[in-house]
């Protein structure tokens, strides 16, 4: 498969890492000779560099024609929309455009655009909105995804000294029907794949597996069923991420946006609903201006600015003022690790979040979900047994999966089912697949 | 850190495929039946077992490779080559010292092509076979070649190639690495079957057909006679070998261009290509003057030693097919030029690279009107796209390690006793990967068989650094390299 993206900014370097390591034919064409180079000293692709007045011969020079997924991911949205319109009528088969603008997002114009010739359209302060407001939803776990519709449910968490199963060897607590599994395990910045003999320990980052009508049975085995339910919610920077936020909340959750620039001000009362969200002309980081605004009442805390540091700090003080959730936005990937290790809940990073959004667009019909977690630097996917392949031949104990890979779950006649050594996955059964450190093709091969 | 086990898994891997190449020899010695099958048959043995302990050693390997873990790969694997190579020669008894089977083995891999046997004709078939495809396994890179048949097999795949692959701009002409590895290979097999066909043609025995092509394409050198390609004594397959000698001077990927996806014009706007021609051109046309001047030959036979001898220069191949001791000693100032300059980036020619000289030639311009305009801005551009500062100031630094390196062997050798003129073109000679060399004491056509065993071996080393274009073998040596940081 041959795809081009145009743009070697944080998107597109995340997404021709990704793609290089499936093995497709990847050209990245940007004017930044230096942003070239650092790419393709990594990864295994070619690069071309264009200039601002010949976007034209540089899509001619990749062969887009030939290119069977377009990708236009530079700052420009404008841009990235005319290349895709060229580079559909040059032959391409598939185009995506990055916009900006909340209103090219919307739903209902994407016919418009598919008759012009974009396929798809991905607006990554969207992603990174409906990310945080899942996040709220839900204050005692750091991530959630649901697989399948919600049939299937990953869910992310910190754990803590309440944590009922504490300490136990897995083999001791899991039987075959136990209703959750965990999945992977972070500590101590590395990827734990479980095995029976493991055990969870304070600090640990943990992925568990459950059906969606469990998970507030997982609240209590986590010990963290007095986090209280986000009623009134704290957002520092009022930038477009926040006014989409804000814009995606329910009218029972009060909102109050700092903002420490008073023309930011006064164009974000016009941008959100005021009967229920607040705008206050001031710095989010200092504690005194917390404290007038009393942060003692609010359930959760999230840092949009665009400093990493800073949204860490603003979180770490939340934390201090007895906020139990904190949802930050870092841009920058180095700093991730980090910021899981330093305990501010959620983070949110728009680059990662669009690149695996595109990526899942590009495998295989079969796969239906992907999603990159950052913090354990692993990949879920969804896979459909296929009749006759290697997956549904014995049962999954029996099986010779590769030890880097766990069966999560998988969902038959629209019933979410969790795997155990003794399932025998059916043909047509959608299974969830979390794996680390292993090249998908190597799963791919069981479920062909 | 290192990834030792990784090192060794690929490392195992690549001796079973170099166990693979000396079967080839082996299949052909049993066929003459001349005594060196043992050598072969033990040899054979001795590499697989080496490579199944090696991929024992490196079970359970991650598969990511660092930068650093590439560049010492690479030369270990080259190093690791040449000694398992030297091997047949060694339990043959063709050769008695191990330092001589060294400096062999290494001046075929690196196709520079020096030769420390004073005479080839006697050796058997098996032997001289396995030197020229020594020469031929060496000639696009040993590591390159396993990337186009086990894609899968190196993790950091394109770090190894940027270790291995000679030239400034390492270019792909395909996104990924393993079709413009096979792109490439094919080309080289084209052009090296191509070569063995016309030489059989021009009556060259099917055997000497397939070592001489071998040795051409690879810009090698070595022959199965000690008068090389003179023995033949044939017009036809002189040029036969100018031809395709010159064309493996060329990048590879150009003529993947030219050839496969219709762009042969591209082939004569490339600077680099017209550098290449223009230098091969006016350094015959030197030559020739002074061979009709002081050396009274006709000029039909003045243009063909003249153009094979700077054609197989300049290609850093190093053939002959007239002994250059006897003509004029300008002409070996011109010779010594071409050697220092090589053929293209990209193809299996050594030297400092066309492509560097174009550069480089840009920069000195550069600077000298810049005296005139101090504040003008003066881009480098080849081929219609400028280059960077940074990789104008690695070709500085590299031309100025290529220099040193060359003067410090000169220098070594001077104190070993080496006429001079010699030692300064024996250095040349080895860094640039060619072969020959000019001087009164050791000619073109001699073998380098007196030199001291401390001077062999730093010319083996010397060879590999101008293999692998000194950055990738000098980072190793460096303390730094070692240091966990």
Request: charged share 15%.
């Amino acid at each position: 498969m041959k795809v081009i993206i145009v743009g070697a900014g944080a998107i597109g370097a995340h997404l021709a890492d990704l793609f290089s390591k499936i093995r497709q034919d990847i050209i990245v064409i940007d004017e930044d000779q230096e942003k070239l180079e650092r790419i393709q000293a990594d990864s295994d692709l070619m690069t071309i560099r264009s200039s601002a007045n010949t976007p034209i011969q540089s899509l001619k020079d990749a062969h887009v024609n030939r290119a069977d997924l377009f990708i236009a991911v530079t700052r420009d949205e404008n841009l990235n929309l005319s290349l895709c319109v060229l580079a559909k009528s040059m032959g391409a088969r598939q185009t995506v455009a990055k916009v900006e603008n909340a209103e090219l997002s919307d739903p209902q114009i994407i016919d418009a655009f598919r008759a012009a010739g974009i396929s798809s359209i991905i607006d990554p302060d969207n992603l990174a909105a409906l990310d945080i407001v899942n996040g709220l939803k839900l204050t005692w776990a750091r991530q959630r995804w649901d697989v399948h519709g919600g049939l299937l449910t990953l869910l992310g968490i910190k754990v803590r000294e309440s944590c009922k199963i504490l300490g136990h060897p897995f083999k001791e607590i899991f039987k075959p029907d136990s209703p959750y599994h965990v999945v992977a395990i972070k500590r101590n910045n590395l990827t734990i794949m479980p095995s029976g003999d493991d055990r969870l320990l304070p600090g640990d980052f943990v992925y568990f597996m459950t059906t969606r009508d469990y998970v507030p049975n997982m609240r209590i085995i986590m010990g963290k069923d007095n986090y209280p339910d986000v009623k009134n919610v704290f957002i520092v920077g009022g930038g477009k991420t926040a006014v989409r936020v804000v814009n995606m909340l329910t009218h029972d959750v009060k909102a109050k946006i700092f903002e420490s620039d008073p023309r930011r001000c006064e164009e974000l009362i016009d941008l959100v609903d005021t009967s229920h969200v607040m705008v206050i002309n001031a710095d989010g980081r200092s504690v005194a201006n917390l404290m007038e605004e009393n942060i003692k009442a609010a359930q959760a805390f999230v840092a949009l600015t665009g400093n990493a540091e800073a949204n860490i700090l603003a979180c770490l003080t939340a934390k201090q003022l007895g906020v139990r959730k904190t949802i930050a936005m870092i841009e920058n990937l180095d700093y991730m690790d980090i910021a899981g290790n330093v305990d501010i809940g959620t983070i949110i990073n728009k680059q990662a979040l669009t690149a695996s959004h595109i990526y899942q667009m590009l495998l295989d019909g079969d796969v239906r979900n992907m999603r990159n977690l950052m913090i354990v630097n692993a990949d879920v996917a969804e896979f459909t047994a296929r009749p006759g392949s290697r997956i549904i031949r014995k049962k999954v104990g029996e099986l010779d999966f590769p030890s880097e890979a766990e069966l999560g779950g998988l969902v038959r006649d629209g019933k979410g089912v969790l795997v155990n050594g003794e399932t025998q996955i059916l043909p047509g059964d959608i299974v969830v697949v979390f794996c680390h450190g292993i090249e998908m093709s190597r799963i791919e091969k069981f479920f062909i | 850190m290192l990834n030792k086990r990784l090192i060794c898994k690929i490392l195992g891997t690549l001796l079973w495929i170099e166990a693979a190449f000396m079967s080839l020899s082996l299949v052909l010695a049993l066929l003459y039946m001349e005594g060196d099958a043992m050598g072969f048959a033990l040899t054979v043995g001795i590499t697989i077992l080496a490579g199944t302990v090696l991929r024992l050693m490196g079970r359970h390997a991650t598969n990511t490779l660092s930068r650093r873990d590439a560049y010492l790969l690479v030369a270990v694997v080259w190093i690791a080559f040449a000694t398992f190579g030297m091997l047949p020669f060694l339990i043959g008894g063709y050769i008695g010292h191990v330092t001589d089977a060294f400096f062999e083995t290494m001046s075929g891999l690196t196709t520079t092509g020096a030769t420390i046997i004073d005479q080839v004709e006697g050796l058997p078939h098996g032997i001289l076979f396995w030197r020229s495809l020594t020469q031929w396994i060496g000639g696009l890179g040993i590591v390159f070649f396993t990337i186009a048949i086990i894609p899968s097999f190196v993790g950091g795949s394109i770090k190894v190639f940027a270790a291995e692959a000679t030239g400034p701009i390492k270019s792909k002409m395909h996104p990924r690495l393993t079709t413009t590895a096979k792109a490439l290979w094919g080309i080289y097999l084209l052009l090296t079957a191509l070569c063995a066909i016309c030489f059989w043609i021009f009556g060259m025995s099917p055997f000497d057909a397939v070592n001489y092509s071998m040795t051409v394409t690879a810009t090698g050198g070595f022959a199965t006679h000690d008068a090389s390609t003179g023995y033949f004594n044939n017009v036809a397959i002189d040029y036969t070998a100018i031809v395709f000698m010159f064309f493996s001077g060329v990048s590879f990927a150009l003529l993947y261009a030219s050839l496969f996806q219709g762009k042969a014009k591209q082939l004569f706007k490339n600077a680099e290509f017209r550098f290449y021609t223009a230098l091969t051109l006016t350094a015959t046309a030197v030559i020739v003057y002074f061979l009709l001047r002081y050396n009274h030959y006709t000029v039909s036979d003045a243009i063909r030693y003249a153009l094979f001898q700077v054609v197989s220069f300049i290609t850093t191949t190093g053939m002959f097919n007239e002994d250059a001791a006897q003509w004029h000693h300008i002409t070996w100032v011109v010779l010594s030029l071409c050697m220092f300059f090589g053929g293209c980036a990209g193809s299996t020619a050594g030297g400092f690279k066309c492509a560097r000289g174009v550069i480089a030639l840009k920069i000195l311009r550069n600077e000298v009107r810049r005296m005139v305009h101090p504040k003008a801005l003066l881009p480098v551009k080849v081929n219609n796209t400028s280059v960077h500062t940074p990789s104008q100031i690695k070709l500085l630094a590299f031309f100025i390690a290529y220099i040193t390196l060359c003067f410090t062997a000169y220098f070594i050798m001077i104190l070993a006793g080496v006429d001079s003129t010699n030692s300064i073109t024996i250095a040349l000679s080895c860094g640039s990967n060619v072969g020959p060399t000019l001087g009164l004491e050791i000619g073109p056509t001699m073998s380098w068989s007196i030199l001291p065993p401390l001077v062999k071996w730093i010319l083996s080393g010397l060879m590999l650094m101008g293999r692998l274009e000194i950055f990738t073998v000098l980072v190793i040596l460096s303390p730094s390299f070692w240091k966990n940081n």
